[in-house]
């Protein structure tokens, strides 16, 4: 039977091997040896939930290990505050760790049949007549695999695109800045959304009262260095009173994730496609990256099993509706900034 190769090692690249291997088909993943994920908090909206429970994973494990948003606040321009509490019945958005979903993924995968081979670097992909041949570095020794199809959920990077020469375009230069604190505690599992002159802030805290919080702004307009103290002058009255022991914020690390609107000139060729942040990236302030990933990976290897079945029309219709949603996000990204992307 035809393998499906999936590269990566996050969300996407779980999801589609445990949606191909649950369609019966032998599927490799071939994830880097040595995990590397930003770890900050990030939320899950509602369609992403449902699409994890159709691809088998239980409300019961969802909710045992995501705990949903109980209070929002968010401000945008000049309009008032607005505050959303208690969103009931996880019909809104939970509180994610990421590496805590990509595990259950990736044992889900485990347990329907996937193989998943760590990899030290995939030094060449190429295609063939009948599909696609790799040779990648694993324990220092080098080895070749084929496949009839692939895969590339392997995030920004977008190894395997760049790897059969397919171009990536970005649209702009936001990047993010975390720092960490301790958080006030009957506030657990909030989050708020608030714009500055030159960006935006966000805010999220977790069951334990630890909060995160993150400056967004253009990385090209920046003349000064950001440290923790910067970020805090930034945020707004409303987000410094959420904060316990402002000393302890001051002395945080600072973290910085490339937070760029990105996408691929195509979505995928012959015999591959990609999924999730190795397709496109979106602006975080959308909240849609963890769903439209899964989504995608779902949708990538439902179109590559139907193919290896003898119908590669959902492979055409994967690839048409990955751009028209792509053209959307950017009309609607540019409605809300009022200005198109820099
Ligand atoms: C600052 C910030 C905040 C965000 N907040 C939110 C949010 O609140 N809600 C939301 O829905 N989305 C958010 N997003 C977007 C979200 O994080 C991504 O869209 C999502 O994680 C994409 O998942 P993925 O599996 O496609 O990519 P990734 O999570 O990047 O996973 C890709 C994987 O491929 C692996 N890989 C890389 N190179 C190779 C290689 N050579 N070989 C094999 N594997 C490789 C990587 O190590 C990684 O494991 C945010 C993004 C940023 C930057």
New binding site residues.
């Given amino acids: 039977m035809a393998r499906i190769m999936v590269?990566?090692?996050?969300?996407?690249?779980f999801a589609a091997a445990l949606r191909g291997a649950s369609e019966g088909f032998a599927v490799t993943v071939?994830?880097?040896a040595r995990?590397?994920?930003?770890e900050?908090?990030?939320?899950?909206?509602a369609a992403?939930f449902r699409t994890l429970l159709r691809l088998g994973l239980t409300r019961g494990e969802l909710v045992r290990n995501f705990p949903e948003v109980r209070e929002r606040i968010s401000r945008w321009g000049d309009s008032p505050v607005q505050i959303e509490s208690r969103i009931p019945g996880l019909q809104g958005p939970v509180v994610?760790g990421?590496a805590a979903l990509?595990s259950i993924l990736r044992m889900a995968a485990l347990e329907r049949g996937s193989e998943i081979v760590e990899?030290e670097?995939?030094t060449v992909a190429r295609e063939t007549s009948s599909g696609l041949h790799f040779s990648f570095s694993r324990d220092s020794t080098a080895h070749e695999m084929e496949c009839g199809f692939a895969i590339d959920?392997?995030?920004?990077?977008g190894?395997l695109a760049r790897k059969l020469g397919v171009r990536r375009i970005t649209l702009d230069h936001l990047v993010?800045f975390?720092i960490r604190g301790p958080a006030r505690p009957e506030l657990a599992c909030s989050m708020a959304t608030m714009s500055i002159a030159d960006g935006w802030v966000f805010w999220i805290s977790d069951v334990e009262g630890v909060a995160s919080m993150?400056l967004?702004t253009a990385g090209r307009k920046l003349d000064t260095q950001v440290n923790a103290a910067y970020i805090l002058s930034c945020a707004p009255a409303e987000i410094l009173q959420m904060m316990t022991s402002h000393e302890m914020w001051t002395q945080s690390k600072v973290e910085s994730?490339?937070?760029s609107s990105s996408v691929l000139e195509q979505a995928g060729g012959s015999f591959w496609l990609a999924?999730?942040?190795?397709l496109q990236?979106?602006d975080?302030l959308a909240?849609?990256?963890?769903?439209?990933?899964l989504e995608q990976?779902n949708g990538a290897a439902l179109a590559i099993t139907a193919a290896l079945g003898g119908n590669r029309s959902m492979i055409a219709g994967y690839r048409k509706e990955a751009r028209v949603s792509f053209s959307r996000y950017v009309a609607e990204r540019n409605a809300y900034y009022g200005h198109p992307c820099e």
């Fill in positions: 590269i990566g090692g996050g969300i996407a690249a071939l994830a880097p995990r590397q994920w930003p900050f908090p990030e939320t899950l909206n992403g994610l990421k990509t990899v670097g995939l959920a392997s995030g920004r990077p190894l993010s975390w993150a967004f994730f490339n937070a999924c999730g942040d190795a990236t979106f975080p909240s849609k990256g963890v769903a439209i990933a990976a």
